[in-house]
């Protein structure tokens, strides 16, 4: 299970990791999904730079999570993956307070920060759209850790290998590459997946990040989380997100 670490020790190493660009698999029940994501991209008051790889939430959602930061292109990017198709008045109604929405010909801008992407299953193009959002919106950022990026969902990757749609061991390809390029701009990631997935793909995929949070909600609606370091084997106590 791993070795209980003190606050302190744990702190110390936690910190090591912002430093040095990390990631994080979050097992998460549904409750407790979007609590524990928002913890993750950094407290609105934080100049974070995001990049959104979403195979489920619609880009409403997502720029809400980016909120009330600046939305363009040296800021935030969203590569949509999702079975949706993206309405492009989400740009006007959630563009930079200081950019434009209109054009002289009263055209929306370019939203550079947008890509879809049609296929959920065509890693490749997966992996250069999350390349180039991480290496863009990287030039900007001022310290290590200021980058988030945000997979907000495995299982629909998890279902298409299940249909055969995809190979399971190209879907392992593709998290080693898009974590190591997270760690490559000092990055910190995060990969969403449902509490129910079972041991051998846990036992799998795991490895390829350097902490799992295990996130729950009780019967009071009280979301807690716990901490495992990979690489120390530290384990946190259960504390309230």
């Known amino acids: 299970m791993g ?14 990791l912002k430093r040095d660009g990390c990631n994080v698999l979050v097992v998460s029940d549904a409750a407790g999904r979007d609590v524990a994501c928002e913890r993750l991209l950094g407290a609105p008051e934080l100049d974070r730079r995001h990049v959104f790889l979403s195979t489920s939430s619609d880009v409403n959602t997502i720029l809400d999570r980016h909120a009330p930061r600046r939305t363009d292109a040296n800021s935030v990017g969203v590569i949509d993956a999702t079975p949706g198709s993206y309405t492009r008045s989400a740009a006007a109604s959630a563009a930079s307070t ?6 002289p010909t009263g055209g929306l801008v370019d939203e550079a920060w947008y890509e879809r992407i049609d296929d959920v299953t065509d890693f490749e193009a997966l992996l250069a759209a999350s390349r180039d959002a991480l290496d863009r919106v990287s030039t900007a950022a001022d310290t290590a850790g200021d980058v988030r990026f945000c997979l907000d969902g495995l299982d629909p990757l998890f279902d298409a290998a299940a249909r055969a749609d995809a190979d399971e061991q190209a879907l392992f390809r593709f998290l080693h590459a898009v974590t190591s390029r997270v760690r490559s701009v ?22 390829l990040f350097d902490a799992t949070i295990r996130v729950e909600t009780d019967e009071t609606g009280t979301v807690s989380q716990r901490w495992r370091l990979h690489d120390s084997e530290y384990v946190s106590d259960w504390f309230e997100l």
């Open 3 to 16: 070795k209980h670490a003190d606050a302190e020790a744990f702190s110390r190493k936690l910190a090591s």
């Open 98 to 103: 200081d950019v434009d929405t209109a054009g």
């Open 186 to 207: 000092d990055g910190m990631g995060h990969v969403h997946v449902s509490a129910d997935i079972d041991d051998r793909r846990l036992a799998t995929f795991e490895p």
